[in-house]
Structure formats: C-alpha cells, structure tokens
Antibody, heavy 119, light 110 residues
Framework: QVQLQESGPGLVKPSQTLSLTCTVSGGSITSGSYYWSWIRQPAGKGLEWIGRIFTSGNTNYNPSLKSRVTISLDTSKNQFSLKLSSVTAADTAVYYC???????????WGQGTLVTVSS | QSALTQPASVSGSPGQSITISCTGT?????????VSWYQQHPGKAPKLMIY???NRPSGVSNRFSGSKSGNTASLTISGLQAEDEADYYC??????????FGGGTKLTVL
C-alpha cells in the first residue's frame, strides 16, 4: 500500500520561500508510469493543482504559479519536494502531495500539511 | 486556466439519486476521457471515486458512477446515504499537459 507524507515548516514569512517534502513509502518513486504532484487548498476553498514531476525528472506546472514553483525528486530518499518562492498570505493553504496515476488522476494522497504565511 | 465549473451545492434525501455536473472546454473535459471525481470529508484528504470518466477504483461503491457528454462530465450517486455527505471535486487533464480541478460541490444529505 503506497503512503505519502508531507513535511516542512508550518509557518513561512512573506517574501520567503516555502519548502515542503513528500516521503513516499510502500513503493519506489521511480517505478511505474507515475507522476508525483503537489496540490493545495486554502481554508474553505477548492483544490488547486500546483504541478508535477515524472520519474524522468520532467515537470509540468500550473501556469498561474509557474514563475514561482520548483518541484524536484530525490530518488535516494524516495522523496519529492516543492519550493514556492516569494510567498504572500494568499499562499496560506493545506498542501497535499499525491501520486498522479498515468498522469491524469490522483490515486494516493498524503494527509496534507497546513502552511501559514505570516510575519 | 480557469477552474472547471461545478454547482456550489446539491442536496438529496436518503435513498434518492443526485447528479453533480462538471463543465469545461474542448481543451480539457471535452477533449479527453480523463475526468476524475474526488470525495472530501471535512479535515480529510480527497479520495478518488471515479477516474477516466466512468471507472471506479477497487473498493469504491457501485452507487457512484460517472459519465460525460461533450464538455460536461457528471457524477451520479444513487441510493444516497448519510456518509455520502461531503465535498466533491472533478478534475481533468488538459491540452497543456496540466491538471485542472473544479470549484467543488457540497453535497448535503437531508
């Protein structure tokens, strides 16, 4: 059974960079035709796809966030990471990592981690 | 890219059927059979209920079904149960190789 777990600071100051890591267990991050995605959800609002990375290292990003987002893989640790630069209060949200099966659906999700942007 | 359009809320009584729509464009919903539906209970992570328009993952009740016509996909829940009360989100693959979610629909079981 694949499991995903987000980790990282719960509080980030405005203008700084938000950094989160997703640890995958129950399977290798490099096996299969999987993408690995980040998704966020502001309190009381809907889901927003941030971006994804394939096992080859290829990435796709949400056009509205592309200039500020970097997603990377660490195959030695079976992890993938999110960096979001120049954050503002609007980036306050629960951040989820998820497995993107065949590149088109999210079949496994982490439990989510709340990141608050505040000074 | 704008979010896919879903009704903000739907409701139904136990035992009844409800349908939630998800409208996009020919560049997403209408262009691919890659629409998924997720159920989210308060404080929990979303759960995949339907993928590729009409396929159910193992373990998902057959009371949940999906379909698509043109640029609109639909999720139908039959035999409504109290436990079905949750938020529901659709998602679609897009022609830009990105993923797009709907705004979400709150289902109330009366």
């Amino acid at each position: 059974q694949v499991q995903l777990q987000e980790s990282g600071p719960g509080l980030v100051k405005p203008s700084q960079t938000l950094s989160l890591t997703c640890t995958v267990s129950g399977g290798s991050i490099t096996s299969g035709s999987y993408y690995w995605s980040w998704i966020r959800q502001p309190a009381g609002k809907g889901l927003e796809w941030i971006g994804r990375i394939f096992t080859s290292g290829n990435t796709n990003y949400n056009p509205s966030l592309k200039s500020r987002v970097t997603i990377s893989l660490d195959t030695s640790k079976n992890q993938f990471s999110l960096k979001l630069s120049s954050v503002t209060a609007a980036d306050t949200a629960v951040y989820y990592c998820a497995r993107n099966l065949y590149g088109r659906t999210f079949d496994y999700w982490g439990q989510g981690t709340l990141v608050t942007v505040s000074s | 890219q704008s979010a896919l359009t879903q009704p903000a809320s739907v409701s139904g009584s136990p035992g009844q059927s409800i349908t939630i729509s998800c409208t996009g464009t020919s560049s997403d919903v209408g262009g691919y059979n890659y629409v998924s539906w997720y159920q989210q209970h308060p404080g929990k992570a979303p759960k995949l209920m339907i993928y590729d328009v009409s396929n159910r993952p193992s373990g998902v009740s057959n009371r949940f079904s999906g379909s698509k016509s043109g640029n609109t996909a639909s999720l139908t829940i039959s035999g409504l149960q109290a436990e079905d009360e949750a938020d529901y989100y659709c998602s679609s693959y897009t022609s830009s190789s990105t993923l797009l979610f709907g705004g979400g629909t709150k289902l109330t079981v009366l």
